[in-house]
């Protein structure tokens, strides 16, 4: 049984973003500071990468923990409600973003994947300099 009417449920949906997220945003401000450009949500590249960088052959994917099925994380919990609407939804997310990453490599672009919960405080100056050290190490 949900906690929220159908109205709140619907409201607090329409409220999730696919773009210009705070994890995005977090990762883009840092790497601008460290002096790489890029692109937004290249739409001719599988999976719509969120950053490009194309001098690096480069792409990021900054993923939400829940909505991409991080295992093992704390953010992402199964909900108990419409229970297999959700594994189906959170699988067939897995799933693209699988065939996504594979098609990427195949074109030659290197990609890196950041999780929601890996820009913690905690952890996001260990992150963001590992991005960066990748990029380069391209």
């Excluded at 696919?18 to 290249?42: A, C, D, H, M």
């Excluded at 973003?97 to 074109?107: F, G, N, Q």
């Excluded at 030659?108 to 913690?120: N, P, Y």
Aim: glycine letters at 4%; one cysteine or more; aromatic letters at 10%.
């Amino acid at each position: 049984m949900d906690i929220h009417t159908k109205d709140q449920r619907s409201y607090n949906m329409s409220r999730i973003r696919s773009q210009e997220t705070q994890p995005e945003i977090i990762v883009r401000k840092y790497l601008f500071s460290q002096g790489f450009r890029y692109r937004k949500n290249v739409r001719n590249l599988p999976g719509k990468p969120d950053i490009v960088l194309p001098k690096y052959r480069t792409v990021i994917f900054v993923n939400g923990c829940f909505w991409h099925g991080h295992e093992g994380c704390s953010k992402f919990v199964r909900p108990k409600t419409n229970a297999e609407f959700w594994s189906n939804k959170i699988l067939a997310n897995k799933e693209r973003d699988k065939r996504s990453y594979t098609l990427l490599d195949k074109l030659g672009w290197k990609v890196i994947i950041v999780w929601e919960c890996q820009l913690s405080l905690s952890n996001r100056k260990e992150t963001l300099e590992a991005i960066k050290s990748e990029i380069l190490n391209a």
